[in-house]
């Protein structure tokens, strides 16, 4: 043990600041999950202050709709999640693909721009384009047309939800998949194109099964925070908008409203507990059933 | 040589680690000093003036002390130079004292409030009012309880000024948690400024009553493609016409900020228990919605406005909107308007028959936190701050020749740098009922205000405050679900569903327990009326 430390004394030491940050940020703050069991009074303190049990958490179940804001924040994501994975791998093993540099590079650069606006930003971009005076409907009146709005159909938002997310997130996943096909080693499409394999053989059997650890570690990470909406794309786009809030609701923002208006700390870190003890269940079983079907890709 | 750069690396890591370390841990601790240090034994004044207003009572000043209180607004560019002339003239030599002010920002306030109060920044002084988390506080215990001998000996002056039934209105179960402002204004009856350009160019109904109101909206609807103007540009952040609507039909609140209403037909006498209403659940309501979804059928305001955020009073400004509805800033808003060029308003009182209450004195007022090292010193700066006129017109208005000065009928008159400093830019929870009015007031505005004096009524139960700390649970889950349905009625979006739309949200309000609610406010009303005899 001693010898193992001196011989990786360097490495150790490296290591330190990331462990630090995690013990700082992440485990000592835990503690405080005590709050969703307590009335919190700021005189008394988080330990101090008296305990209620459950309490804190039955607002949540109060008007039943906990479920149904599960249910879309889960089946959201889940749709995030697969077709998100579909794009950035298709993305990436097309620019891999490409031969014209400056052609290659322009792309990429396009793909990765919306990774950089703002949710309130494009959620303003929306409006002008696809409101009741923007530039859709301009379009549609001179063409003689008919005016519509994407904001009063309400059996259209989780496609919109779909694809938004997909123009915006696509190129940052885009470059990590990038990175793992440039670590592919360039033997193996040399040996395939002397036995004459063409560009869709190579991609079937070099370049998908390489990627194959890459796609099941990020779905892993990924699938930790399925519980987790993404709040500044959901408040942004809905907003308080009623009839599209019926199908994109989501945990977040139901939690959001729900506490703005009645600052209880303890009520907020029972919501918080409740999407943390979901996630923690989910990346706990899909950790499972991967270590039972592939054991090398597990997380842990 | 790579051996070595390993090692410097390892040690820079080493080293940057360690710091940061000794960074964090030296954060906490300076804010919480022994507690009391004003009423330690015996008084002291040597460190003061002689002339000081709090010399000679007893007081213990011999330690300098910097109070922090913080604000809600936009930090005016003057801030630091009124400031500072502040504490040089005023709190230094007469209290001993550092005032250092610090702003919340509009835009979020609502993140940082709590989180203010239960960090560990030295916060001795904090904005509240009853729409900014007032009751939840105390209900968390942030902020100091302020018994009768408190407010008495730290801030003897205030008590001295300020009317009865402003620490009635602020107290909760009869506990006082802060110190309300000095001047209570009409802040919760709403007028409408319009467009009299327009209205003399299409000769319009005149918009002084609801139905004209209404009308004028409609037909400016109807000229949309040949104005460019939007009658009402509102979106959702602002509830404009609920308001209105409530004066037209003479519903009065029976508190500040828990939408219990009754009808009060221009009578003070308090509500019989049995006809409060619960705001949402009422056939008024649903009265108001469908009326909200006929404008928005006819083109009153944008199909979109509910997923539009800009705020509607820059729409009335920037000549896009025939109309804003608010509080006796519509003059401001009508003033920006004009000042640019692009049209002339006119305010107009759409319901001009409704008595009006001024808005509670709660509605602002500054609270001592709970975790302040040295409250009474606290106390004492803000009495001071309330009572001496001088230092709060300096606070108010800024430096008086430069940011303001005063006419000959002590109205004040604004001067260049004012837009340096505003006038009660963020001092309303300090105002002093003596607060001198504008000089050369818009004559319109004069009117409108002599009118609302007029008309001026006191209900009953004025003073009473809800707990609703018994319902806490079913509080949260109707709050959230009036939040999601209020702006989708107050835009009409449901259209000809508005009808099926409203049993939807009265089934969701039961489910998230309306009744329990609706009973303990009823419950804890009929205690206080019977309490007060009234």
Not at chain 1, 265 to 283: D, K, N, P
Request: overall charge negative; proline content about 3%; glycine content about 8%.
């Amino acid at each position: 043990m001693g010898k193992l430390i001196s011989r990786n004394k360097v490495l150790l030491i490296m290591l330190v600041p990331a462990l630090i940050y995690v013990i700082v940020f992440s485990y000592i703050p835990m503690a405080g999950i005590v709050l969703a069991f307590k009335n919190y009074r700021y005189a008394d303190g988080i330990f101090g202050s008296p305990w209620v049990g459950l309490d804190n958490f039955k607002f949540l179940f109060v008007s039943n709709k906990v479920w149904q804001l599960t249910r879309n924040t889960l089946l959201y994501n889940i749709a995030f999640i697969i077709f998100g994975m579909i794009f950035e791998v298709g993305f990436a093993i097309i620019l891999s693909e490409l031969n014209n540099k400056v052609f290659k590079k322009f792309a990429q650069g396009f793909m990765f721009l919306p990774y950089f606006i703002s949710w309130v930003v494009v959620s303003t971009i929306m409006l002008n384009i696809f409101g009741d005076n923007g530039v859709l409907n301009s379009i549609l009146l001179s063409a003689g047309g008919e005016k519509y709005s994407i904001y009063n159909n309400t059996a259209l938002w989780p496609v919109i939800m779909v694809l938004v997310r997909l123009w915006k997130q696509t190129g940052y996943g885009t470059v990590i998949y990038l990175a793992a096909i440039a670590g592919i080693s360039q033997d193996l499409y040399e040996a395939a194109s002397i036995d004459g394999a063409n560009v869709w053989q190579k991609i079937r059997y070099i370049t998908l099964p390489s990627l194959k650890p890459t796609v099941m570690i990020m779905t892993l990470l990924a699938l930790g925070n399925i519980f987790r909406g993404d709040f500044g794309m959901f408040y942004q786009l809905v907003g308080s908008n009623q009839l599209l809030l019926k199908s994109s609701d989501i945990l977040d923002t139901y939690i959001y409203r729900l506490l703005l208006t009645t600052p209880d700390v303890g009520m907020t870190a029972a919501a918080g507990l409740y999407q943390s003890l979901l996630c923690f269940v989910t990346i706990i079983t899909a950790n499972w059933i991967v270590k039972k079907i592939a054991p090398d890709y597990t997380l842990f | 040589m790579k051996k070595r750069m390993k090692k410097i690396v390892g040690a820079i890591l080493a080293a940057t680690m360690t710091m940061s370390m000794v960074a964090c841990g030296d954060s906490s601790g300076s804010a919480n000093t022994i507690n009391g240090k004003t009423t330690a034994e015996g008084s002291d004044d040597s460190a003061i003036s002689a002339d000081s207003p709090y010399a000679g009572k007893g007081f213990n000043f011999s330690t300098p002390e910097t109070i922090v209180m913080y604000v809600l607004g936009d930090k005016p560019t003057d801030m630091d130079t009124v400031l500072q002339k502040a504490n040089s003239e005023y709190f230094e030599p007469n209290l001993n004292t550092t005032l250092d002010i610090e702003f919340l920002n509009w835009s979020d306030y609502a993140t940082k409030y709590s989180l203010l109060l239960s960090g560990g920044e030295q916060v001795d002084l904090i904005y509240t009012a009853s729409w900014c988390y007032y009751n939840d506080e105390v209900a968390a215990g942030a902020f100091k309880k302020l018994d009768n001998e408190f407010i008495q000996t730290y801030l003897p002056y205030t008590y001295a000024e300020l009317p009865e039934e402003a620490w009635k209105e602020i107290a909760i179960n009869g506990d006082v948690y802060a110190v309300p402002k000095g001047k209570a204004t009409f802040t919760a009856y709403n007028g409408a400024v319009v467009r009299q350009d327009l209205i003399d160019k299409y000769s319009l109904t005149t918009p002084d009553s609801w139905d004209n109101f209404k009308t004028y909206l409609e037909e400016l609807a109807n000229l949309q493609s040949e104005t460019g103007v939007t009658a009402l540009n509102t979106n959702a952040n602002r509830e404009q016409l609920f308001t209105l609507f409530c004066q037209e039909n003479t519903l009065q609140g029976v508190t500040e900020g828990y939408d219990f209403l009754y009808q009060a037909n221009n009578s003070e006498k308090a509500p019989a228990p049995e006809d409060i209403e619960y705001a949402y659940m009422s056939d008024y309501y649903t009265d108001y919605a469908l009326q909200m979804a006929d404008l928005a059928g006819k083109g009153v305001w944008s199909a979109n406005a509910i997923n539009d955020t800009t705020d509607s009073q820059s729409y009335f400004e920037n000549g896009t909107s025939g109309a804003f509805v608010w509080n006796s800033s519509v003059f401001t808003a009508g003033d920006n308007l004009e000042s640019s060029g692009l049209g002339t308003y006119a305010v107009y009182d759409v319901t001009p028959d409704t008595k009006r209450s001024r808005g509670a004195y709660s509605v602002d007022a500054t609270a001592i936190t709970e975790k302040s090292a040295d409250p009474e010193r606290a106390a004492l700066v803000l009495d001071y701050m309330k009572s001496d006129v001088d230092l709060n017109r300096l606070l108010l208005g800024g430096i008086e020749g430069t940011h303001y000065e005063l006419d000959a009928d002590g109205n004040r008159v604004t001067l260049d740098k004012a837009a340096d400093y505003p006038w009660n830019g963020w001092a309303w929870a300090i105002n002093r009922q003596d607060e001198p009015d504008e000089a050369g007031l818009d004559e319109r505005a004069v009117a409108y205000g002599e009118h609302c004096d007029e008309m001026e009524f006191v209900p009953e139960q004025t003073g009473f405050t809800f707990d609703p700390s018994p319902v806490q649970n079913q509080y949260t889950a109707v709050q959230s679900v009036v939040s999601e349905y209020q702006q989708s009625f107050a835009l009409g979006i449901y259209g000809k569903d508005t009808e099926k739309s409203i049993e939807e949200f009265h089934q969701a309000l039961k489910d998230a327990g309306v009744d329990a609610f609706t009973e303990e406010f009823i419950k804890q009303y009929t205690e206080y009326k019977e309490a007060n005899g009234i």
